[in-house]
């Protein structure tokens, strides 16, 4: 049975909030309609997984409507079409990045004591954002405030490389380590 309460009852929300459990939400009304849900995280959980999985079904179910009307693609179209889309994305770089990198073979060197160890961490980490060429909108996206910024970033060990999609180009901004507050810093805060 659904449990419903007017919106008053929130004055004593710990009341309220003990008859709120996974899979039995407390229904809020306002003028005798309703107009909120109080509901466990859990469900919650579970309302994002069945929201993705829709998505995800709709995604698959326009897939097969456009084979039923265009057929199906040969191996070969689909390495043209992946190939034709990773050369439209040109990348630029910061200055800045240039001292980032200089930074994170000071590191390691210092770290390592070793030239190639520093020189093979730099050239791995360049390696791994010069991959996101091919689909820069595959990087981790940054939000901020709630909010995502138009900034991806790349993890790889002990740092994070930041950049953007700027039309056909992807802007290398920061190289940074980890750890450091790189909100505050690629924010200027």
């Known amino acids: 049975m659904p449990n419903v309460r007017p919106i008053t009852d929130l004055k004593n929300y ?5 008859n709120v459990s996974a ?9 005798g ?8 995280i859990k469900d919650e959980e579970e309302f994002e997984k069945a929201e993705a999985m829709i998505k995800l079904l709709w995604e698959l179910n326009t897939g097969l409507h456009s084979v039923e009307k265009e057929g199906w693609l040969t191996e070969e179209e689909v390495k043209n079409n992946l190939k034709n889309r990773r050369l439209k ?8 990045i240039l001292l980032d990198l200089e930074t ?4 390691v060197y210092e770290a390592s004591k070793n030239f190639d160890i520093a020189d093979n961490y730099v050239d791995n980490l360049q390696n791994k954002i010069s991959k996101k060429k091919s689909f820069p909108n595959s990087g981790i996206p940054l939000i901020y405030k709630g909010l995502f910024t138009g900034i991806y970033s790349i993890n790889y060990k002990a ?11 992807v802007e290398v901004l920061r190289v940074l380590l980890s750890k450091r507050d790189y909100i505050k810093i690629l924010f200027k805060q």
């Open 104 to 107: 994170v073979w000071d590191n």
């Open 159 to 169: 740092y994070k490389a930041f950049y953007r999609v700027n039309g056909k180009y």
């Open 23 to 31: 899979g039995s939400p407390v229904y809020l009304t306002k003028n």
């Open 33 to 40: 309609r309703g107009a909120y849900s109080i509901r466990d």
């Open 14 to 18: 710990d009341s309220l909030l003990e």
């Open 89 to 96: 994305y040109k990348w630029t770089i910061i200055f800045v």
